[in-house]
C-alpha cells in the first residue's frame, strides 16, 4: 500500500469513527434531553452524520477540488443516493440474518457495518469523488 492510499484511508476511518460520534450524539441529545420521539431523532441524527460525512468526504479523504455549483451538487446527490442505498441494504441485511436465518443480532449488526463501510467507501471511490483526469 502506498502512501497516499494509506493516508486515504486513515482519514476515511478517523473521520467515519467522529461521524458516528456525531450521530450518536444528535440522537441523544435529541431524544433523551429534548424527548423527540427516538425515530425522529434518529433520522435527524443521520441526516447530521451524514452532511459531516459528505463534508469530510470530500475535503479531506477524497480531496474533491471541485467546488463550482453543479459539480459539487452531483457529488452532494450521488453521496446521500449512495447512503441511503447502503442503509437500505443494512436495514435489508439485518431482517434476513435475524428475522429468517436467525443469526445473532449483535454478530448480525457487526458483519453489517463492516459490509456498510466498505460499500460506502469504494462508492465514494469509484463514483461520487472519482478522480478526474
Do not use: P
Amino acid at each position: 500500500m502506498n502512501k497516499e492510499k494509506f493516508w486515504e484511508l486513515f482519514w476515511y476511518g478517523f473521520f467515519g469513527v467522529i461521524g458516528t460520534g456525531v450521530n450518536i450524539l444528535i440522537f441523544y441529545l435529541l431524544s433523551q434531553k429534548l424527548g423527540i420521539h427516538y425515530m425522529v431523532a434518529n433520522i435527524t441524527a443521520w441526516i447530521f452524520s451524514v452532511a459531516f460525512a459528505f463534508a469530510t468526504n470530500k475535503i479531506w479523504v477524497f480531496k474533491s477540488k471541485a467546488w463550482q455549483f453543479a459539480v459539487w451538487f452531483k457529488e452532494c446527490v450521488q453521496f446521500v443516493t449512495a447512503r441511503i442505498g447502503t442503509c437500505v441494504f443494512d436495514i435489508g441485511y439485518m431482517f434476513i440474518a435475524i428475522s429468517v436465518l436467525h443469526f445473532d443480532a449483535t454478530v448480525s449488526k457487526v458483519i453489517a457495518n463492516v459490509i456498510v463501510v466498505i460499500m460506502n467507501y469504494c462508492l465514494s471511490k469509484i463514483w461520487i469523488f472519482k478522480q478526474k483526469n
